[in-house]
């Protein structure tokens, strides 16, 4: 199943991605972190698929926080990836939250 869930426990983020491997599909997830979810301190993350092409992942702090995926310009595209992030917030918990809820 391919898609990204976003969840706060206390004050502890998760960010998993699994399986998004067209462009359309990444630029789906990518975008403003929700007020609530942001980081502290900017984050990244630089992980392969399983041809070895590198991605690398990145969310921004504070007000300006939005999430990011950076590929060698000399990558033609992406097999399936999946990998997570994980990291603190000082936001206070959101009124609402965003998106729906996850169900297994």
């Known amino acids: 199943m391919d898609g990204a869930v976003l969840r706060r426990v206390g004050n502890t983020v998760e960010l998993s991605i699994t399986g998004l491997r067209s462009r359309k599909r990444l630029r ?30 990145e969310v921004g702090a504070k007000r300006a926080a939005s999430i990011a995926v950076r590929q060698p310009t000399s990558a033609d595209g992406l097999a399936a990836v999946s990998t997570s992030m994980v990291w603190l917030t000082d936001d206070e918990w959101p009124a609402k939250l965003p998106g729906r809820e996850w169900k297994r």
């Open 28 to 57: 789906a997830v990518l975008g403003k972190v929700p007020e609530g979810f942001r980081p502290s301190h900017h984050q990244s993350l630089v992980t392969s698929d399983d041809e070895f092409h590198h991605v690398r992942f």
